[in-house]
Each structure stands twice: as structure tokens, then as C-alpha cells.
């Protein structure tokens, strides 16, 4: 069946130049509803570009691919290359490892303990340095190269550990114990807790409902030993106070923050239209050492 390719978003500030994309670093977010991708112009610190590309229907792994080349021949300039690529492949097929126990011969033994084995997938791993663990996850093959067809110098990574050392990097001097945080997507979240400055927690929930949503995370506050009267949930992804959704988990849970931006970046003034804490990752995989 065809896709309806149309962006969601769509925010180019007047300083974008197709022509010097050379100057510029891209990140891209993927998974199966869509993609979004942000432009940094290292020059001036500032972010001067976002897009957000929502399918009209669930895709594929296996269409991945198709989909992309639509977005290209919307957007040649895409295909051009830049000081530096991030390309973060967002599913629920990874499995950490603390680095001690790593071993890079045993990798598939280890996510197929937890996964099943998925078919045109290669096994990729991610060295996550801050929190002294290892990534593992399955990588659509085609996808990946194709990515790298087209911009030889790309990192691609999994999108939990672009957040988890964007977490870590943001709140080194800032995470006590009774904050978890929560990233949401169209039909699953991510949680990470860190626990005495060290990751101690991080899982992915695939959810239907919202009902579904709100006991999958109080089921986890539950297991974290975690009060959901005094914990402060740090919010972030698809998600807003208007949604029914928050209101359901603003019963249970009284502290909800959402994440604030990076200071450490400015912003075109056109991204003001924007609540970043929606693309939170995809702002801070810039400082990650993966």
C-alpha cells in the first residue's frame, strides 16, 4: 500500500543553506510511524532546523526503506553530506549489558535471550562509556545500508542509548534517587532510573491503552521500591498536560516535570513553535560520546 508522505513538522530557518550542508550536523530519529531529523549549524551553536515525517500507517521494517526514498525525492538536499551524521534507529529489540560481562563474541546469545530473532537484521552494539554498559540490538539491514551508502561518515546508534547518555550527561549532578525518567512514544515508552549517580534501571513497555500505559509504569515504580506520592517523574517524547493519558497518570503521580531544553544550545527563534521536550534525544545526541 502506498504511504502519504507529508511532514508533521516542518521548521527551516532562514540561515539553512542547501548548499553548505557540509557545515552542518544531522540527526535523525527512525522507527516504524516515522522520521524526524534535526539540523545543527555548529558555527553559530544553533539548531536551524527540525522536521517530522508521521506515516499514515504502520510500516515495516522491511519498508523502511521505501519510505525513505520518498522522503528523499521530497527533500534532495537531504541526501548531501554533512560534518557529521546521527542516525538513531528507534525499536524494542535491545538488550543492556554491563560492559564487565560483555563479550562481543556472545552478543547474539545475549539479546536472543530476550528477543526473538528477527529475519534481515543484523546485530549491532552500542558502547555506552558513561554508564559502563553495552547496548546490544537488531539493526534493519537494508536500512542501515542505505545510510551509510549515503553518508559514508554516519554513527548509527539505538535510540535508548543516545538517551541514556544524553541523561547522564545533562543530569551528572542531578540524579537523586527519587527521579525516573520517562520517554514516550506511539505505542511504547522508555523508563531510566539511576540509582547513586549509576544507571540502575532502564526498560522498554509496548502499551495499547492508556490504561494500559499507566499500569505498566506504576507496575514499575512498584518494583523500583519507587512512592509514586514522592517520586519526580521527568517527562519527555509524545506526550502533553492536554493529553488524557497525563491527566490519568497526574492521579497517581503528583510530581511530573517535563524535561527542560538544553541550555547549552541556542535555538532558531522559528523552533519556539516547538516544544522541544518532544525531541528531546534527537537535540542532545550531539554530545554523546557513542
Excluded at 173 to 194: I, M, P, R, T
Aim: hydrophobic share 40%; with cysteine; aromatic share 16%.
Amino acid at each position: 500500500m502506498p504511504y502519504s508522505i507529508k511532514p508533521h513538522i516542518s521548521y527551516l530557518d532562514r540561515s539553512f543553506k542547501t548548499s553548505h550542508t557540509r557545515s552542518y550536523i544531522m540527526a535523525m530519529q527512525i522507527n516504524l510511524h516515522g522520521f524526524a531529523f534535526s539540523i545543527y549549524n555548529p558555527d553559530k551553536n544553533k539548531f536551524v532546523g527540525l522536521q517530522h515525517y508521521v506515516l499514515d500507517k504502520r510500516s515495516t521494517p522491511a519498508d523502511l526503506t521505501t519510505v525513505f526514498e520518498l522522503i528523499l525525492n521530497e527533500l534532495p538536499w537531504l541526501a548531501f553530506p554533512y560534518k557529521a551524521f546521527y542516525c538513531l534507529i528507534q525499536n524494542s529489540f535491545n538488550t543492556l549489558v554491563p560492559l564487565p560481562l560483555f563479550n562481543e563474541e556472545n552478543k547474539e546469545l545475549y539479546l536472543n535471550f530476550n528477543h526473538p530473532f528477527q529475519e534481515n537484521h543484523r546485530i549491532a552494539c552500542d558502547k555506552l562509556k558513561n554508564t559502563g554498559s553495552a547496548n546490544i540490538y537488531y539493526l534493519p539491514g537494508r536500512f542501515s545500508e542505505k545510510v551509510k551508502e549515503l553518508w559514508p561518515n554516519a554513527k548509527i546508534v539505538h535510540y535508548t542509548s543516545a538517551l541514556i547518555e544524553s541523561l547522564t550527561v545533562n543530569f551528572k549532578n542531578n540524579l537523586d534517587e527519587k527521579g525516573l525518567f520517562l520517554d514516550v512514544h506511539d505505542e511504547s515508552f522508555d523508563l531510566v532510573y539511576f540509582k547513586e549517580n549509576r544507571l540502575f534501571y532502564a526498560n522498554s513497555f509496548s502499551f495499547r491503552t492508556k490504561e494500559d500505559f499507566a499500569y505498566f509504569l506504576l507496575s514499575a515504580m512498584e518494583q523500583l521500591s519507587l512512592n509514586p506520592e514522592e517520586v519526580r517523574l521527568i517527562v519527555m517524547g509524545n506526550i502533553d498536560k492536554e493529553e488524557e493519558s497525563y491527566h490519568l497518570i497526574y492521579q497517581y503521580v503528583r510530581r511530573i516535570e517535563f524535561v527542560e531544553e538544553n541550555k547549552n544550545f541556542l535555538y532558531a527563534y522559528l523552533l519556539d513553535n516547538v516544544r522541544r521536550h518532544k525531541y528531546y534525544t534527537l537535540f542532545n545526541v550531539l554530545q554523546c560520546e557513542l
